[in-house]
């Protein structure tokens, strides 16, 4: 299938253009999103060095907010790939709602998730803000992940798109359906048809959860798009005791995988402590995953 | 637990009360809500004609919208016991948006359902509207449904709360988890412990569904309350497609129990065609949802 | 214009009928509210004892959010007289959110109400929640208030419906504009042609005011029918210190009047007391609102 | 003032800093956004090549929702002259929701747009998406945009915050006010003062509007910040009908500027066609500002 999306990608970069490189409107066909839209069973199955993302096994990517410094991330990572996680999830570039706020290690911090992932056998993901980083993020991590707070950034989307690297698109805390597939559509126009969506939260009236998790996207994107699904439980909840739950409750409504926040002492983390689940929970939220992913005739990835 | 509830609803009832019958404010602990709520693990079991809910197993309420004639309701009612759902759903009194739009079958659709739920050995639940109707309904259904319009409605609360029926609330589309535990809270003073609440969708910015399945009250509300809780995937999303999933995920999420729309034939019912799901759908969701309630330690109730 | 809307009404209900007393769906024209549409400039113009709403001039209401004691409702009533408002608000029956908040002083509020109202020579307006409540409150109140909460409360339109007296219907907190008028359209339907309609603040994201007022609702409404329209900016933004500027808005928009919240005292509102303003500030509004009315062409009622 | 907000611009940046450049977080006061922060009277008032902004006197900025061609602007901005605005607006970098959209004239879009307001007299306005931009548009244009959805974009606030430029700062469309004035303090902790906040409708459940216009931003936002503050009615409410309402609305409740989209043949703009007023519909709404202007004791700069 990912050959097939990848010739789509190429036929339509081939079709003529506009004059500022974008496509005529009038070569699309009946939906706005033409190259993340399926009108049939296709899947796009994303290939993370080795770990194949959207086929039948759920994969699940964890770990820490933000990397802290290496002891913190290689605990870490040895617990992820213990409990059975498979990805490593970890901020070096933060974006945060306030300039006083810890923005992250940067550089550095890109380092000690590399280095933190590979002496595990761990995949790494972590996200970039800045459309001059992507190279640099490139070299570090296995997933690309832009943030909610991006995802109509156009200018990072398009400069994601350049590159062939698997990318992680969060869903913006205020978008429907069809804006979010908009946005992957401007990556998939560059070129990259390695796609992967995440749901991770909107905002609504709710006042006791940061977020509302929106599970109904996973359904409603699947019958729309060949892309995989991800869910974030911590995100989208904003809560660590809600996290068990919607997890269990993402997988039976046939989520591709999770993204989950861990940490070897929660209430230290130093940003989102309050989101963020222990080890300890970690390992017993892995057991509920097998048994539901079996329950709908799926295996979790290792 | 049902004991201690009704003992606490006892004590509350029997302390000093100001001029207007109002407890008095300053008798209230922490939580505003102080019947509905829950410090551990107790649980509200209600004994709804001799099925429990609440308890260790899932029960499954399913039906049409409206109670249209004998032949449909009767027909649902046999597939719906088929199928091993335990509780027929219909309306008779409909709120319907617009005063053009029909309106229910009103006491003749009453009977109906009451026949057609004892003929097949189900229990029955129907919405009520109107204060003045409450008595009546008592008379023809084993659990009166308070509409998601109407969580608010005060004088149908304390009507409902007068009786010792029992009482599914759904959650209003605009309310916050501590308004929806104050609703109920209406009926427990009143002295009725026997109130199930309903997640049943909320109103958000996404206007590809109807409404947006709030899954997260699952958890939350569990933590918070001792009540039991009903999920409805059908007005929940507004479409057929996504109720199987949405219902799966709901179970993995601790669900109590679906309030789902089903018909013979759902493109010809006269209220909400789009949402309800066909006899065969039913069936498959049937044994979707038994094998999600087996991976987490739960049977569904026959 | 309010003949041609009764002759509307009037017609309506001498068309043919369905068997459970509602209109056939095929009688409908392209809106789905046709009593409260409009399709060109016409406007009803409601007569409250000789008071005009929807005409030339704006119409202010103010007074407390509950009806408390004599002396409290007898001094606010000659404030309001004094500042240049025409009808006197104070809640008798009180629709709160929790069953140990205070719920008014009922049918004694209501005879303070009517006390204070007639030795200023206001008009006055209350609210009512039951069904059951109003014949008695058409008694009292020259003005029948639905609230946010009852305005999908279908039984309780039907029951002002049947009446003549002036209703002022409060919009949904999550409701669009069509529910809004389909909402108006159950009270005409019953024959009722003197309805206003009061925007009052929606639920959104927001978390910093305890509702959205939503301004954008005066000039959508204007264009959609021919009902009188009134803004609450107390309720819609919950804040005191917002109430000027908002009230202020609400005249430029167009707003046919105002329903304001105001105390002798406002820190000691027994309810609602963040967003009643004092005396002193609604005199200062008062002479905001004549200016602002000046400059669109209107005067204010007295 | 805005000396003095300079100082303290100043003075955060003289002071400590973590070892990432930012700020310790024990230096803040109580209100996170320390610089936006007033806690009097003071304004501040933005000099744009001689226009103030947030002084005495309302601005009106208007123009095209795209610079499309030099005749377009051309006509475009002698008309905002006529009917008496000072800033043209002009997208030359355009967000838009797809890729197939178009997506500006880039930088010919620039050129034109500076020639057209320079042979008016007017000043000029336009978005920067991409923080590789910044300095190519401070070249060309007198105030920066940032648009909505990258209100969170903190590189690009970082990047503008290198700059003295004036800058027009969109709220995201589901930000609370506290998350706006945070986008805000990222400029402003860059060192540059020249700040102006724009509200431009939020993300609601209302499916009749594009976007609920929020004008209870301007009182709210005037007691916290001393940043002035514009309001778009056209993004706002995403229809032409309700701007002149809006408008009126907007200065009423005290705004410090109107942002208004206009087109010399609305219906044929290449983009948001819906929401642009006529040539004639400009005059018009400039007479009714200064009418309103003037009732709340200001004038329009001219």
Chains 1, 2, 3, 4 share one sequence.
Do not use: W
Not at 86 to 100: D, E, H, M, S
Not at 259 to 270: R, V
């Amino acid at each position: 299938m990912k050959e097939k999306v990848i010739k789509r990608v190429k036929t339509v970069l081939e079709s003529p253009k506009s004059d500022n490189g974008i496509l005529p409107a009038e070569s699309s066909p009946l939906k706005p999103y033409r190259l993340a839209h399926t009108s049939g069973d296709e899947k796009t199955v994303i290939d993370v060095q080795g770990l194949l993302v959207g086929g039948p096994q759920v994969v699940i990517m964890a770990g820490p907010c933000s990397v802290e410094n290496e002891e913190q991330i290689t605990l870490i990572a040895k617990a992820v790939k213990e409990a059975g996680g498979t990805v490593l999830r970890g901020g070096a570039f933060k974006p945060r709602t306030g300039p006083y706020d810890f923005q992250g290690l940067g550089k550095r911090g890109l380092q000690l998730l590399q280095k933190a992932a590979r002496s595990t056998g761990l995949r790494s993901i972590t996200e970039v803000m800045d459309p001059r980083d992507v190279d640099l993020i490139v070299e570090y991590a296995d997933i690309l992940q832009i943030g909610a707070r991006n995802m109509q950034n156009y200018t990072l989307l398009r400069e994601v798109g350049r590159t062939k690297h698997p990318v992680l698109l969060k869903r913006g805390m205020h978008s429907t359906y069809k804006e979010f597939l908009l946005a992957a559509e401007y990556i998939l126009t560059g070129g990259n048809a390695n796609v992967m969506l995440c749901e991770r939260g909107i905002r609504t009236h709710v006042t006791e959860l940061r977020f509302t998790l929106d599970l109904n996207a996973v359904p409603y994107l699947q019958n729309e798009t060949h892309l995989p699904i991800i869910v974030d439980p911590s995100h989208g909840t904003g809560r660590r005791d809600l996290v068990p739950a919607m997890s269990r409750a993402a997988i039976a409504a046939g989520a591709d995988g999770l993204l989950i926040e861990c940490h070897i002492d929660p209430d230290k983390s130093i940003s989102d402590a309050e989101q963020a689940i222990s080890i300890e929970a970690l390992n017993q939220l892995m057991r509920e995953i097998n048994t539901i992913a079996g329950a709908i005739g799926r295996t979790v990835a290792t």
